[in-house]
């Protein structure tokens, strides 16, 4: 089958996409290393917003919460390596949902500034290079019909012709 034609860009994106959510994979498990280190502070804080929660819950809640997020990064970082449509665009859906909690976020916080920029840089290439995974998809089924539609033709041909043949011999033989 021929190669098929990628966009401008497209091992750039893919590449950025691969190491930013290898750099987020990696900030996750830190942070997620460093709440567990100082727990009883994060549970203390919890305690000042109102929220009654054992270190028990909270080192759940954590496990849970980061489970979650690095199973998104990983679905993107594995959508983007093995090149796969389906994955790409499951990552971009859920990474937009993520992007608004972190809105929401900043207007507790001002400290999400950094993560939501970086978040939205890898959204937008993601979106891209879903778009561009797209079009090779499309071109490729169109390439395969085309060769498809080829054989077909060349059977067809090929049986006219010994079809032709066989009865030009049979009526030889009637004379």
Not at 96 to 116: A, E, G, P, R, T
């Amino acid at each position: 089958m021929d190669r098929t034609e990628r966009p401008f860009g497209f091992g750039c994106k893919k590449w950025t996409i691969i190491v930013l959510c290898m750099l987020s994979l990696a900030i996750k498990i830190i942070s997620a290393a460093f709440i567990l280190a100082n727990i009883n502070k994060f549970v203390d804080e919890m305690h000042k917003k109102e929220m009654n929660i054992t270190k028990t819950q909270a080192i759940l809640l954590l496990i849970l919460f980061q489970s979650i997020t690095i199973s998104f990064t990983l679905i993107g970082l594995i959508g983007a390596y093995k090149e796969n449509f389906c994955l790409s665009l499951i990552f971009s859906i859920l990474y937009s949902l993520n992007l608004i909690k972190v809105i929401h976020d900043l207007y507790h916080d001002q400290n999400y500034w950094f993560s939501l920029i970086i978040m939205a840089i890898l959204l937008t290439i993601n979106i891209s290079f879903t778009y561009d995974l797209y079009c090779i998809d499309h071109q490729q089924q169109q390439q395969q019909q085309q060769s498809s539609d080829n054989d077909s033709m060349k059977k067809k041909t090929k049986n006219d012709h010994h079809h032709h043949h066989h009865h030009s011999s049979s009526s030889s033989n009637k004379v």
